[in-house]
């Protein structure tokens, strides 16, 4: 069973392309990361608001990098970091045409 780990934060920007563009290495980073299966980045300028939708194969892999990641935005002065595990129901998701198994 694959696992979401939905995180949002605030954040003063960039946003768009400028976030395409700033956070390009960290994406290319997060595909190496152990039990990670895709994300989904989400961002809205008009709140400040970013954080993205993260599927993990397993709930472990999903708990060692949302307590990693939330360290590394600590970092960069994000404190208020709003993370969630959720356990995916998969024939539900088939129903919607969710892309996970």
Request: proline share 3%.
């Amino acid at each position: 069973m694959a696992y979401v780990l939905q995180v949002d934060f605030t954040m003063d920007g960039p946003f768009g392309d400028e976030m395409a563009n700033a956070f390009a290495d960290l994406a290319e980073s997060i595909n190496k990361e152990e039990g990670f299966l895709w994300k989904i980045w989400t961002e809205s300028p008009e709140t400040n608001e970013a954080g993205g939708i993260y599927i993990f194969e397993t709930k472990e892999t999903a708990g060692k990098y949302m307590e990693m990641h939330t360290k590394r935005l600590a970092g960069f002065g994000i404190t208020n970091v709003n993370a969630k595990i959720f356990a995916i129901n998969s024939k539900l998701t088939a129903i919607t045409n969710g892309p996970v198994k």
